[in-house]
């Protein structure tokens, strides 16, 4: 006889939006969590990133205002009220992801690390938990590379970089991600040195080239040392704190090396063996239902799922849309089929830089014969009013009007990718965005000027114009 109708390991994103929607359900649910309840968005991802970021924005705002007529002097950053800043920010949204919220929904929760002992069972807490149905949610943790001579020197991760004390001196990033990118101009708009050291050719190099490249241009703005096309191969202790070993021989010195490198599921101890639960160095694999491919009482969700053929996302909103797919398959038990078409993604910089479907790269790629529409924040009464013009709406649509991907650069572009992700996921001709009335003024008006865009040459050609001259001769 089972003690739970449903098993949950990890307390995180994913783990948490379960464990809510099957305690609500009636369900009998214990949730394991061997660290800080909320996981790695709340306590070392998106929650600080975005609280530091928003400070580094008043730094910038501060220093600039002089451009509006307003002049405020000695500005100061003191790191100890940015922290308490960072700090609040968690400390305002914990009580969301409490263990005592989720208690008071009926929810079991154990403060331990959990792993499985039978296709069936997982021990935590010195105890044995036989479950009907269980959810790997174990999240993923920072690529830390084999760099040689690394054991000699300190090093960071978002785990503990929102943990020191004093600001960075000169933080160097390896990895230039969105993560890297964030980190980089929040660090530098607060008054850090920062180099940003990654691989590739170029930084945030999924994105569309014709909107990364003025982010890139920005964050040189911001005083970010880019080092692109830069493959470190060793790290050692330098008099400045550590040094950077590149390829070739050459040296990048800070005080401070942050690892931004992509992420590892967390899949180690969870004994995955025991139940026969197949994974790969991507995480446990699932099909597009999120259910283990070889453990049918068992799904998978958040940074740790892997479905097969479809791969992992991992964001704080795809862990939201796993656990929903697992709802419907596990609890439900309803055909259920994940489908990241209209997943958008953000990197929260200034200016933002959202994505949602696919590039135009992409959709060249894919054998799309595509139309691309842009409409420029140059030409959009708010942006001007407001002093921040930087980027553009891009939409790429099919030759018949869907719209197959948007790409926006620009303040506030994360708040327009829902409109984006609508269209797509409700398939909408691209009319219904052309047509819609928007408040004036605002950002968005530059998504519908962009769609608008798609009719003007059918509405200005010649035809049109004879058929408008013939009736305007009607009495
Ligand atoms: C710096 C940074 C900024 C980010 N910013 C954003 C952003 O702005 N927007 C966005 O969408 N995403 C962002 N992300 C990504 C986002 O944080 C993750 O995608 C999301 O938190 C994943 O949620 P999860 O539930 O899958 O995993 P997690 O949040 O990692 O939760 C997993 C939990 O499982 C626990 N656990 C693991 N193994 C066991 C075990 N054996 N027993 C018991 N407990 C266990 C862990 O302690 C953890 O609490 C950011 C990431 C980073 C690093
Ligand atoms: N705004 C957001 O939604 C947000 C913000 C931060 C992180 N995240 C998520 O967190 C996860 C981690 O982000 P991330 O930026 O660390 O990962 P990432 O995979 O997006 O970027 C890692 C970068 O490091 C580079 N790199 C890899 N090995 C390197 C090496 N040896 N030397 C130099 N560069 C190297 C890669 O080319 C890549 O550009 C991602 O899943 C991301 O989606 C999301």
């Not at 791969?311 to 055909?335: D, E």
Request: aromatic share 4%; proline share 5%; charged share 20%.
């Amino acid at each position: 006889m089972p003690d739970h109708d449903v098993a949950i390991i990890g307390a995180g994103a994913a783990g948490l939006s379960v464990a809510a929607m099957a305690a609500s359900l009636g369900r009998k649910v214990v949730l394991f969590e061997r660290e800080r309840m909320g996981g790695e968005c709340l306590n070392t991802g998106c929650v600080p990133s975005k609280a530091l970021l928003a400070a580094a924005k008043r730094a910038v705002a501060v220093r600039d205002a002089a451009r509006f007529g307003v002049h405020a002097a000695d500005v100061r950053v003191d790191w100890q009220g940015v922290r308490r800043h960072v700090l609040d920010a968690i400390a305002r949204i914990a009580p969301n992801d409490s263990a005592e919220r989720f208690a008071g929904m009926g929810v079991e929760v154990v403060r331990a690390s959990a792993h499985f002992v039978a296709p069936d069972q997982i021990e935590a807490g010195g105890r044995i938990h036989r479950f009907r149905r269980a959810v790997i949610a174990a999240g993923s943790a920072p690529v830390v590379p084999d760099l040689q001579g690394l054991v000699s020197c300190p090093w960071l991760t978002h785990e503990t970089l929102f943990d020191l004390a004093e600001a960075p001196a000169h933080l160097l990033i390896l990895g230039g991600g969105s993560q890297g990118a964030e980190l980089a101009q929040a660090y530098a708009r607060l008054g850090c040195r920062v180099g940003l050291i990654e691989a590739r050719p170029n930084i945030l190099a999924s994105e569309d080239a014709e909107l990364r490249l003025p982010l890139r241009e920005a964050l040189r703005q911001d005083g970010v040392t880019i080092h692109e096309n830069t493959r470190a191969i060793g790290a050692e202790r330098a008099p400045e704190g550590v040094a950077l070993v590149i390829e070739g021989g050459a040296r990048i010195a800070g005080s401070h090396l942050l690892f931004a490198l992509g992420r590892t599921p967390r899949l180690a101890p969870l004994d995955l063996a025991a139940a026969n639960i197949a994974a790969s160095p991507d995480g446990v694999l699932t099909g597009p239902d999120l259910r283990s491919t070889t453990n049918r009482r068992v799904w998978a969700a958040g940074d740790v799922a892997n479905p097969e053929g479809i791969g992992p996302r991992r964001f704080t909103h795809a862990a939201s849309l796993h656990a929903s797919v697992v709802v419907r398959s596990m609890l439900f038990r309803r055909p259920a089929r994940l489908d990241y078409a209209a997943l958008p993604r953000v990197t929260y910089t200034s200016p933002e830089l959202a994505q949602v479907g696919l590039t135009e790269a992409e959709a060249n790629a894919a054998g799309h014969s595509v139309r691309v529409l842009r409409h420029p924040f140059t030409e959009n009464d708010r942006a001007v009013a407001e002093g921040e013009t930087e980027g553009q709406v891009k939409l790429v649509v099919s030759k018949l009007g869907r719209l197959l991907g948007a790409s926006v650069l620009g303040e506030g572009a994360g708040e327009m990718a829902g409109l984006f992700g609508m269209m797509i996921s409700r398939k909408l001709p691209l009319s219904a965005l052309a047509e819609l009335v928007l408040p004036y003024p605002t950002r968005a008006e530059a998504a519908k000027r962009a769609a608008g865009g798609f009719y003007t040459p059918a509405l200005t050609s010649s035809a049109m114009r004879g058929i408008v001259g013939l009736l305007n001769r009607l009495p």
